[in-house]
C-alpha cells in the first residue's frame, strides 16, 4: 500500500514547463475516447495536483523505481470558443510511460553512469520494459503531446506565441503559481514558417534554426484543430512577466530587416532573462 502524502506535493515540484498540444476527441483512437467520454472534468490545477501527487509517490517508493506501475492513461482538457462563439473541447493524453522512458535517457546523458544507476537502477529498468506495451509505446513516442523543459523555456517554444495571445495567470493567495498561453495551431504554424524562413536567409547555422527545425517536425503529426498551450509551471514566479515573446519577435524582425544591432540587442535580452533560472537549476 502507497504511502499517502501529506502536505503541498506540489510545493516538491521543480520548476518545469510543458509545451502541450490538445487535440479534438475523433482524433484519438476507440479506447482513449473511452476513457476521455467517462472521466470527470477537472480544472488544470486538479491536474496539476494529480500528476504532482502521482510523481512523487513514485519518487519516495521505499525501492528505488521512478517508472510508473500500470498507471491508466489520463487526459488533461481544455475548453475553446472558434470565431463564432461555438465552444469546443481538446485533449492532451498523459502519455506517462513514453514520458518517463524520454527523462530517464536524457538523465542517463547528462549524470555520471554510477549516478544514473542510483537513481534509475538497472532492475527497475528490466522490470519496466516488461510492464510497456510495445505498439502503445511506438504510438505516444512518434505522436507525443507534451514537451518539457526543467528550468528554463527552449527559445523555440516563444516562435509560437506572441504577447497578445490568450493567457491566464494563476496566484494561489498571493503567490503566483503559473502562467499559460494558448494559441490555435495553424496560427501556431504560420509564426513557426516565418521564422524559420528568417533563419534561412539570415542565421542558417544557428542553434535556434535547427531547433525551430526539431520544433516544426514535432508539430507535424498534429491535428489542425489543435489548440497549443504553454505552461510556465513553478517558473512563471522567477520570469513573469516575461517579454520573451516579444523579444524573440522583434530579434528576428530585426534580423528580417538586416538590423544586426537590434537582433543582438534582442538575444542578449533573452540571455540575460533565462540566466537566473539556468542558475537555479544548476544549485538544484
Given at each position: ?13 521543480s520548476?518545469?514547463?510543458h509545451?502541450r ?8 483512437e ?66 506517462l510511460?513514453?514520458?518517463s ?42 505522436h ?20 497578445e495571445d ?21 496560427q ?7 521564422a ?32 497549443i ?6 517558473l512563471?514566479?522567477?520570469v ?14 530585426a ?8 537582433a ?21
Amino acid at each position: 500500500m502507497a504511502a499517502k502524502l501529506t502536505g503541498p506535493t506540489n510545493e516538491l515540484a521543480s520548476a518545469t514547463a510543458h509545451l502541450r498540444v490538445y487535440e479534438p476527441l475523433d482524433t484519438f483512437e476507440d479506447w482513449a475516447q473511452s476513457i476521455i467520454l467517462r472521466t470527470p472534468q477537472r480544472t488544470a490545477q486538479q491536474w496539476d495536483e494529480f500528476e504532482n501527487e502521482r510523481l512523487w509517490q513514485r519518487t519516495l517508493r521505499s525501492v528505488s523505481d521512478p517508472f510508473p506501475h500500470n498507471e491508466p492513461e489520463f487526459f488533461r482538457a481544455i475548453k475553446t470558443l472558434d470565431y463564432q462563439g461555438t465552444e469546443h473541447t481538446r485533449y492532451c493524453p498523459g502519455q506517462l510511460q513514453a514520458r518517463s522512458l524520454l527523462a530517464a535517457e536524457q538523465a542517463e546523458e547528462a549524470i555520471r553512469p554510477e549516478v544514473f544507476d542510483l537513481l534509475v537502477p538497472p532492475a527497475s529498468r528490466q522490470a519496466n520494459a516488461q510492464r510497456v506495451n510495445p505498439d502503445r509505446l511506438a504510438g505516444d513516442l512518434t505522436h507525443l503531446h507534451t514537451r518539457t523543459s526543467s528550468w528554463g523555456i527552449p527559445l523555440s517554444w516563444f516562435a509560437l506565441f506572441r504577447e497578445e495571445d490568450e493567457h491566464e495567470v494563476i496566484h494561489e493567495g498571493d503567490r503566483l503559481k503559473t502562467v499559460r498561453m494558448y494559441i490555435g495551431f495553424d496560427q501556431a504554424v504560420e509564426r513557426l514558417a516565418w521564422a524559420v524562413q528568417t533563419l534561412v536567409a539570415h542565421a542558417p547555422q544557428s542553434q535556434l534554426f535547427e531547433e525551430l527545425g526539431a520544433l516544426g517536425s514535432w508539430l507535424e503529426s498534429f491535428d489542425s484543430r489543435a489548440v497549443i498551450e504553454l505552461d510556465y509551471g513553478l517558473l512563471a514566479e522567477i520570469v513573469w512577466p516575461d517579454d520573451s515573446a516579444s523579444d524573440l519577435l522583434d530579434g528576428l524582425q530585426a534580423l528580417d530587416d538586416g538590423d544586426m544591432t537590434g537582433a543582438a540587442a534582442a538575444y542578449r535580452r533573452l540571455s540575460n532573462r533565462w540566466i537566473g533560472p539556468r542558475h537555479l537549476g544548476r544549485a538544484n
